[in-house]
C-alpha cells in the first residue's frame, strides 16, 4: 500500500464515455481509458483491507488490494500476472463485469468505491501494449486428448486452463466465429471484437485447436466424441432464453433480447444471418421487458 492516506485525499474519477457526437458515427466502444497518471491515482485509493471484500465478492476472487497497489507502483508486469492467477480474461471482465468487487469495497460505505472494474481494464491495456501477454504453450504434451464444447468465456478459459496442463485440447463451437456471448451476445460498444481476437490469437499460439460450424450432437455424434478423446468438458452456456406468457405474448413483433443482440452482431461482422427473420426496430417504439445487462 504505496499511499495510507490516498483515500481520504483523491476523489474517484471515472474515464467516462466518448461524446454522444463521435460515438454516432461508430459501432465502437464508447468507454475511454484513464492516462496512466490518473490510473494510478486511482488505484492508490485503494485501503488495503484487513479484510478485502472486494475479494470475495468478485465471483473469480480477483486479489484487488494486491494489484492495485502494484499500478499505484507502475508495476503493470507484476499486476498483470497476479490478475492472470484468477483471471484469465480480465481484458474480458473489466469491460463487461457488473463489478460486485465495487459493491463490496468498503470504502463504499462512506465514499466512492475503488475504480476496480477499470482499473482492471487498465491494466490489461497496458499489458497488451507493451508486450507484456504472451502465448504460454506447454513445455511437455501429457499425450491427452481433451474436447471442450463452447467457446464462449467458460469454454476459453477451461481450454486455457487444460491447454497449459500439457493436454491436447480442441474446442468445437457451433457457430461460425469464437467467442459464443462474448462475439454474438454482447454489442460491439461494450467489447471490440478485436479485444476476443486478440485473445484467441493467444489461445491458438498456445496450442488450442478451435473447430467452428461444427454442433456437437448434429455433426459430430456425442458419442463419437467420447470414444475419441480422454475427457469431455461442455461449457455451451446457458442459450434458453426464458419465456413469459402473458395475453398477447403470440402477437407480432416480440422477440427474445438475445435473438436480436446475436442478429445485429453477425450483420456487424458481415455474417450469415442464423435467424429467420430480420429484427429491425427502425422507426418503431420499442419496449423493453427486462432492466439487466441484456
Ligand atoms: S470487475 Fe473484475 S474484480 Fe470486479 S467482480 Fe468483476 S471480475 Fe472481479
Known amino acids: 500500500m504505496g499511499n495510507p492516506k490516498a483515500f481520504m485525499t483523491i476523489p474517484r474519477k471515472e474515464a467516462g464515455y466518448r461524446p454522444v457526437s463521435e460515438r454516432i458515427y461508430d459501432f465502437g466502444e464508447v468507454e475511454q481509458t484513464l492516462h496512466r497518471e490518473d490510473r494510478k491515482l486511482q488505484?492508490?485509493?485503494?485501503m488495503d483491507c484487513g479484510i478485502p471484500f472486494c475479494q470475495w465478492g468478485c465471483p473469480?476472487?480477483?486479489?484487488?488490494?494486491e494489484w492495485q497497489d502494484l499500478i499505484y507502483k507502475g508495476?503493470?508486469?507484476k499486476a498483470i500476472e497476479i490478475l492472470h492467477e484468477t483471471n484469465n480474461f480480465p481484458d474480458f471482465t473489466g469491460r463487461i463485469c457488473p463489478a460486485p468487487c465495487e459493491k463490496s469495497?468498503?470504502?463504499?460505505l462512506h465514499e466512492a468505491p475503488v475504480t476496480i472494474r477499470e482499473n482492471e481494464a487498465a491494466v490489461t491495456e497496458v499489458a497488451f501494449n507493451e508486450g507484456l501477454i504472451k502465448a504460454q504453450a506447454p513445455a511437455h504434451r501429457t499425450g491427452r486428448k481433451v474436447a471442450v464444447?463452447?467457446?464462449g468465456p467458460a469454454g476459453m478459459a477451461a481450454a486455457q486452463q487444460l491447454n497449459r496442463k500439457g493436454h491436447h485440447v480442441t474446442v468445437f463451437e457451433k457457430s461460425r466465429s469464437v467467442g459464443g456471448l462474448l462475439r454474438y451476445g454482447i454489442p460491439n460498444f461494450k467489447l471490440a471484437k478485436n479485444v476476443i481476437d486478440r485473445r484467441l490469437t493467444q489461445l491458438?499460439?498456445?496450442?488450442?485447436v478451435f473447430q467452428t460450424q461444427t454442433e456437437i450432437g448434429k455433426d459430430i455424434p456425442g458419442s463419437r466424441l467420447l470414444a475419441d478423446y480422454d475427457a469431455v468438458c461442455i461449457a455451451i452456456g446457458a442459450g434458453h432464453p426464458r419465456n413469459i406468457d402473458?395475453?398477447?405474448r403470440d402477437l407480432k413483433g416480440i422477440y427474445f433480447a438475445m435473438d436480436f443482440l446475436s442478429q445485429e452482431n453477425e450483420l456487424l461482422m458481415e455474417e450469415e444471418l442464423t435467424f429467420s427473420e430480420k429484427i429491425s426496430a427502425r422507426n418503431k417504439h420499442v419496449l423493453v421487458i427486462g432492466g439487466g445487462d441484456t
Open 204 to 208: 491458438i499460439e498456445e496450442g488450442i
Open 75 to 77: 508495476n503493470w508486469k
Open 149 to 151: 464444447i463452447g467457446s
Open 43 to 46: 488505484a492508490s485509493r485503494c
Open 60 to 65: 473469480l476472487g480477483n486479489k484487488m488490494p
Open 105 to 108: 469495497c468498503v470504502l463504499s
Open 246 to 248: 402473458p395475453p398477447g
